[in-house]
């Protein structure tokens, strides 16, 4: 597992030098690591390097898989970022298993993980998915619905809202990604002069890390330069 060794160590030194290129310091911006469709060796082999927040989209495959990163490594503290589309009928396993939820998309849904986060757990950390660019085919709020939105689910019980997430429309050009996801971060200044505490923009992927560090990312979601190309057909 070397390969994710280097992979990880080299993603790292991009997201160091992007930061300080815009002015920024490195240790605002995080690495979730997006272990989709990787098996438990692969996260730790990641988590040997440091590596420790873990994003997962499909949730039976992440529930086994944290299962059995449990029952080997009893000692490992791993955070877990549920960042696929949620149904309402799995909000529960969600609520139980994950640390992070990125993938909120409607108030009825963060109301079923605040009733259904157990009580011995700590809050759980939400990010509200904003639809940026308004595409049908994706999930989220639409922007002119997130402040109010936000605004609510910042009031549920075992919940902490704690800021923003988007998808953008592909594009190549890096200034539209820069508007995307400046767009993303005005939504987010707006909901903390309603007095919102928010501290977390995950925006930012392999194909636009640039464009979402410059524009104040404080999170950013890369899977395929860690740990290679994926097989969806397993």
């Avoid at 910042?154 to 508007?179: H, I, K, Y």
């Avoid at 200044?189 to 890390?209: A, F, H, K, N, P």
């Amino acid at each position: 597992m070397s390969l994710i060794s280097d992979n990880l160590q080299a993603v790292l030194t991009d997201i160091q030098r992007v930061a300080l290129d815009f002015g920024r310091s490195p240790e605002q911006v995080c690495l979730l690591a997006v272990s989709k469709t990787f098996g438990a060796d692969a996260v730790l082999a990641a988590a040997e390097c440091g590596q420790r927040a873990f994003g997962e989209n499909y949730l039976q495959e992440a529930l086994e898989k944290i299962e059995l990163i449990h029952r080997q490594m009893t000692d490992l503290v791993l955070e877990w970022h549920f960042i696929g589309p949620i149904q309402s009928n799995k909000t529960r396993p969600i609520a139980e298993n994950f640390d992070w939820v990125h993938s909120v998309d409607r108030e009825k849904i963060a109301q079923r993980l605040s009733e259904q986060r157990p009580s011995e757990l700590p809050p759980l950390n939400i990010c509200l998915q904003v639809n940026i660019s308004g595409e049908a085919s994706k999930s989220g709020v639409l922007p002119n619905e997130a402040v109010a939105v936000a605004l609510k689910i910042a009031q549920l019980p075992r919940l902490r809202l704690r800021g923003l997430m988007a998808v953008p429309e592909p594009t190549s050009d890096e200034q539209q990604q820069r508007l995307a996801f400046r767009h993303l971060k005005q939504l987010n200044d707006e909901i903390i002069r309603q007095g919102i505490v928010l501290d977390t923009l995950s925006m930012g992927m392999s194909s636009d890390l640039h464009a979402a560090i410059a524009e104040g990312s404080t999170m950013v979601r890369i899977g395929t330069a860690i740990f290679g190309s994926r097989n969806y057909a397993k």
